[in-house]
Nanobody
Framework: QVQLVESGGGLVQAGGSLRLSCAAS????????MGWFRQAPGKEREFVAA????????HYADSVKGRFTISRDGAKNTVSLQMNSLKPEDTAVYYC???????????????????WGQGTQVTVSS
C-alpha cells in the first residue's frame, strides 16, 4: 500500500523559510514522479512544484519560481520542498503527491497524480 507522509509545516514570519519533507513507502520510488500541491481556504488545490523520477527535470508554478526548490533523495525515499522568502499568500495546506510513470516526465495537474499525502499546514504571518 502506497503511503505518503508530509512533515515540516508550521508557522513562520514573512520572509522566513521552511523545509517540507514527504516520506514515501510502498512504492518503487525511483519510478514515480513526485509533486507538491497546496490548498488555501476557499480555494482550489493548486500545483506548486514537481520533480521527475530521475530528479533531472523539475517544474514550478510561476508564483513560487525562484523561491522554492524541490528535490528528492532516492536512498531515503523522500521528496523535499525548500521554501524561502515566504509570503502570507503562501499560507495553505501543502500536499505531497506521486504518480507512476514510464518516462522522466514532470506532471503538473491534480488529476495526473493518483497518490496523495494527508497534508501539512504552512502559515505565513505578515
Amino acid at each position: 500500500q502506497v503511503q505518503l507522509v508530509e512533515s515540516g509545516g508550521g508557522l513562520v514570519q514573512a520572509g522566513g523559510s521552511l523545509r517540507l519533507s514527504c516520506a514515501a513507502s510502498g512504492v518503487a520510488f525511483s519510478r514515480y514522479d513526485m509533486g507538491w500541491f497546496r490548498q488555501a481556504p476557499g480555494k482550489e488545490r493548486e500545483f506548486v512544484a514537481a520533480i521527475s523520477r530521475s530528479g533531472g527535470n523539475t517544474h514550478y508554478a510561476d508564483s513560487v519560481k525562484g523561491r522554492f526548490t524541490i528535490s528528492r533523495d532516492g536512498a531515503k525515499n523522500t521528496v523535499s520542498l525548500q521554501m524561502n522568502s515566504l509570503k502570507p499568500e503562501d499560507t495553505a495546506v501543502y500536499y505531497c503527491a506521486a504518480v507512476w510513470t514510464w518516462s522522466d516526465t514532470v506532471f503538473t495537474q491534480n488529476n495526473e497524480y493518483n497518490y496523495w499525502g494527508q497534508g501539512t499546514q504552512v502559515t505565513v504571518s505578515s
